[in-house]
């Protein structure tokens, strides 16, 4: 029994042994879309969703276990740009319809279980969103007796709360500096089905940043500078 609690003694301090806690910040831009399975509207329209532009900037903590596994949490400003829409095709000389363009504001919380290889990385875990604000624009085209364009900036037909699955990998190019690209890809209906919405919408974002640590617990090295 004594060999056992030394043994395992010995193996819990090597494993923790090296374990540092490092604070920083992170930027990221990218593209970000609801996928969603929505049919067409009526013979001879046709349904479309597209990319939009993406960024997210805050800080992190991170603790490092050892020299390969670390857990980081995130805080961070993150905005998604939706777009979808229909176009009627047919009966009329020329096209028309009408698209919705959403600006969706969150608070993000993403929590990451990396694995050092050297000086690249790989992460994976959750991110949890609440969205505190969305503007949204609807455009018409091709209806001379309609409004063209109008804006209205409430939650509206979102949910408020958002789960993603988060992977992702960075390299470390200096002592402080990290480039990282991240996918994340919703696992919640972003449609609000309170407001009648019967169809099912996912987001999914790509990004692409940089983070920098700004402070640093111990002086602990995982990397050759």
């Given at each position: 029994m004594k060999t056992i609690l030394i043994t395992g003694t010995f193996l819990l301090s090597s494993f923790f042994g090296c374990a540092q806690i490092i604070l920083g910040?992170?930027?990221?831009?990218?593209?970000?879309?609801?996928?969603?399975?929505?049919?067409?509207?009526?013979?001879?329209?046709?349904?479309?969703?597209?990319?939009?532009?993406?960024?997210?900037?805050?800080g992190f903590a991170q603790y490092k276990i050892n020299?390969?596994?670390s857990i980081q949490a995130d805080l961070l400003y993150n905005q998604h740009q939706y777009l979808e829409g229909y176009t009627i095709t047919q009966w009329f000389p020329e096209d028309r319809g009408f698209h919705?363009?959403?600006?969706?504001?969150?608070?993000?919380?993403?929590?990451?279980?990396?694995?050092?290889?050297?000086?690249?990385?790989?992460?994976?875990?959750l991110q949890g969103s609440y969205?505190?604000?969305?503007?949204?624009t609807h455009t018409s085209f091709g209806y001379p007796d309609s409004p063209n364009e109008s804006?209205?900036?409430?939650?509206?037909?979102?949910?408020?709360?958002?789960?993603?699955?988060?992977?992702?990998?960075?390299?470390?190019t200096t002592k402080?500096?990290?480039?990282?690209?991240?996918?994340?890809?919703?696992?919640?209906?972003?449609?609000?089905?309170?407001?009648?919405?019967?169809?099912l919408a996912y987001s999914t974002q790509f990004i692409l940043g940089f983070s920098y640590s700004i402070w640093k617990a111990s002086s602990y090295e995982t990397i050759d500078n």
């Open positions: 910040g992170s930027i990221f831009g990218g593209i970000s879309a609801l996928k969603s399975d929505r049919e067409e509207g009526r013979i001879g329209s046709s349904y479309f969703w597209d990319f939009q532009r993406s960024f997210a900037l805050g020299a390969v596994i919705w363009h959403r600006a969706a504001h969150h608070v993000s919380i993403p929590i990451l279980i990396q694995f050092q290889l050297k000086k690249a990385y790989l992460s994976a875990g969205l505190f604000h969305q503007k949204t804006i209205w900036t409430d939650r509206g037909d979102l949910n408020p709360f958002n789960l993603e699955f988060a992977g992702g990998i960075g390299y470390q402080n500096l990290r480039i990282e690209a991240r996918a994340l890809i919703g696992s919640t209906n972003r449609m609000n089905r309170e407001l009648g919405h019967t169809y």
